[in-house]
Structure formats: C-alpha cells, structure tokens
C-alpha cells in the first residue's frame, strides 16, 4: 500500500509540472498580441485621419493638428508606417539614432517656420497660443478641417520663446539653420564639409557677381580696387624699357660728318 501511496504522488507531481509551461507560454503569447493590437488601432486612427472618414476621422486629424498643425498629414503617414510594422511584426521598427535625431530637428525648424508664416500674415505680434487654439477650436466645433493653424501647439510655444528673444525675423533665421542642422544630422554630415562648401559656393558666386556687374555697368570695373599683384602686371617694367631703347640705338646707322 505504501509503495501505491508514493507512485500516485509522483504521477501527480508529474503532472503539476507540465502544465506549468503552458501558463508561461499563454502569457508570453498575450503579450505578443498586444504589441499587434497597439499597431491595428494606430493604423486604423491615422487612416481614419488622412482620409477625414466621419466625425471620428474629423476629430481625430484636429487632434493631431493641435500638436503639429498643418503637417498632420505627414504624421498620420509616419504613424500609419509604424501601425503598420506593429501589425506584421509586434515590434517597433528599429532605426538609426542620427536618423530619428536628424528627422526631430528638421520638423522643429519646418513647424517654427509655418508658425511664424502664420502670424506674419494675420500681421499679429502676441497671443501666439490663444490664437493658435481660438483657431482650433473653430474647426472642432465646426466639423471639418479648414483653417491654417501653421505648426500647432508645437510651434506656438517655440514661437513664444524665440519671438521674445530674436522676434519673427529672427526666428525664420532659426527655423532655416535647424532645418539645415536637422538635414545634416540625418545624412551623418560633418559640420566642416558644411564650412567648406558655404565658402566655395560664396567664391563662385561673388566671382560670377562681378564678371555680371562689369559687362553690365560700364563704370563698375573702373570703381573697383585694383590689387598689388594686378599693378605690378599693369605697370611696364622699367628695365624692358631701358633694353629697349639701347637695342633701338644699336640697330639705327651712324652717319659720318664728311
């Protein structure tokens, strides 16, 4: 009876132990699932927002313009990209860091730009956020996606920072350097290959500038500065003069006083 006793124990704990790994791999496989489900949802907002299907389409392409403003459209197209791989794959796409580096500089710079595009042409100086929203809200409450709202909410408090510290002109300055910086980051170019063409491209142009200006005005090349180096070939050498002279004498014939 005894040994009965301890063969029905160990069928038992044999049997407690394979059903442990099913557990385990149940929640594995549900987390991978999830990861699936993010990516379906994602890709279903971002398609429901680049074609404005309905009220929900509408709402949510303004959601998306509150933060980036007119280029919702650029990110229901990235974000429809990663839904995408989330759906196929259950994972994030992986990419280099000076890409998404270069990528995040370069759309700051674009949404100061359409930002400070948008005030320039209302002519308003102040009340960057209020109006940015008042904006919005027109649209929201309407329906439907019609109003220019620049960079969103992204670029309006960009804008209140530099407009407080260089104005708008100097802001557009800005925009255009990050999205040159921006440009740079994402093709791994360094800041000396940068230097080096500024340089040539500024020669070329400065020489092209004057050939232009001195077949077209007259006057312009007498006006310019004349080098050293051009005033030593401009002037005669006085030694080729003098050789000149005894050479001329040479060659001419003596007259003899009868």
């Known amino acids: 009876m005894a040994q009965k006793r301890r063969q ?27 990861g699936n489900v993010i990516g379906l949802i994602l890709l279903l907002v971002c398609l429901l927002a680049l074609l404005q299907a309905g009220i929900i389409g509408t709402l949510a392409a303004n959601l998306i313009r509150f933060v980036v403003g007119d280029t919702y459209q650029f990110v229901g197209l990235i974000g429809g990209a990663v839904g995408l791989a989330l759906l196929i794959t259950g994972k994030l796409p992986t ?124 006057g312009f090349s007498r006006s310019l500065p004349v080098s050293g180096n051009a005033q030593l070939r401009n002037r005669p050498n006085q030694n080729s003069r003098s050789q000149n002279r005894d050479n001329s004498q040479k060659q001419l014939p003596r007259v003899r006083h009868r």
């Open 8 to 34: 029905t124990r160990r069928k038992t704990t044999s049997r407690g132990g394979t059903k442990r790994p099913t557990k385990r791999k149940t929640a594995a496989q549900q987390h991978q699932y999830t």
């Open 95 to 218: 990419l280099k860091r000076h890409f998404i580096v270069g990528v995040g500089i370069a759309y700051v710079g674009l949404l100061l730009w359409l930002h400070t595009a948008l005030f320039l042409a209302a002519d308003q100086h102040t009340g960057f956020v209020s109006y940015t929203l008042q904006l919005l809200n027109s649209d929201i409450a309407n329906g439907s996606v019609s109003q220019h709202i620049g960079g969103g909410m992204v670029g309006a408090v960009f804008l209140t920072i530099t407009n407080f510290l260089v104005s708008l002109i100097g802001t557009q300055i800005i925009a255009v350097i990050l999205m040159i910086v921006g440009v740079m980051v994402f093709f791994n170019i360094p800041m000396a290959v940068l230097f080096q063409g500024l340089s040539k491209g500024c020669h070329v142009f400065g020489r092209e500038l004057r050939d232009w200006a001195t077949v077209s005005l007259p």
